[in-house]
């Protein structure tokens, strides 16, 4: 199936950082990506759609000058957590989409990012 | 609107014994559903879906799933546990015909196995 990887898998920072989070496409273009916050013990909570060539779009209550989201090519997408307090340590997971099979078309999942903000 | 509902959020079974893990959803429109498994600090991994035909869905590692639209039911069941099928389960529906956007999870059911 088709694979999509995130790096680093593991990122711990200082507050008031930032950190950035890859999300590629290996095998195939996504022209949609999806971001996604897990915190311990819970569901996946969409964050924000990434657009290939225009600006993503934010779910309710995700800020978007602290999730800043660039999705430049078709096989990438970042989330810059910008200005990192404690609060933002989670576990983000992005995801693509192939393109063409809208609704049904699979959902392939990176192996997510853990970010510690100390 | 639209809801997905995972009744247990950890189920203990023995190894070799049946797995039921039980998914409801909700929704206005004929749903896509999805069983993904998640193992610890992974992302995750499809099952089985459900689009269109055939209600008895079969995925990887042995699991199906059958899609009851009187019951609105989706559960997944595996016939004999394994070890390594110890793993977080999520259940999520897409309306139909919407975008992969929509997608809603379950809130998750942690499978343990006892040896």
């Known amino acids: 199936g088709a694979v999509v990887s995130q790096h680093p898998s593991w990122v711990i920072c200082k507050s008031g950082t930032s950190v950035k989070i890859e999300c590629r496409s290996l095998?195939?273009?996504?022209?949609?990506m999806f971001w996604y916050r897990q915190f311990p013990k819970q569901s996946l909570m969409l964050m924000a759609t990434s657009n290939e060539g225009s600006k993503a779009t934010y779910e309710q209550g995700v800020e978007k000058d602290k999730f800043l989201i660039n999705h430049a090519s078709l096989t990438l997408s970042t989330l810059t957590v910008t200005s990192a307090h404690p609060e933002d340590s989670s576990f983000y997971i992005c995801?693509?989409?192939?393109?063409?099979?809208?609704?049904?078309?699979?959902?392939?999942f990176g192996e997510g990012s853990r970010l510690t903000v100390l | 609107a639209q809801s997905v509902t995972q009744l247990g959020s950890h189920v203990s079974v023995s190894e070799g014994a049946l797995v039921l893990l039980r998914c409801n959803y909700s929704s206005s429109v004929p749903p896509y559903l999805f069983w993904y498994v998640q193992y610890p600090n992974q992302g995750l991994q499809l099952l089985l879906k459900?689009?269109?035909?055939?209600?008895l869905v079969k995925g990887i590692n042995g699991f199906e799933a059958e899609f009851k639209k009187s019951e609105t039911s989706f559960h997944l069941t595996k016939p004999s546990a394994h070890m390594s099928d110890a793993a977080e389960y999520f259940c999520a529906v897409i309306p139909g015909y919407s975008s992969a956007s929509k997608i809603i999870f379950g809130s998750g059911t942690r499978l343990s196995i006892r040896p």
């Open positions: 095998d195939f273009q996504a022209t949609t």
């Open positions: 459900y689009t269109t035909g055939a209600t």
């Open positions: 995801s693509a989409r192939i393109p063409g099979l809208a609704g049904a078309g699979e959902l392939f």
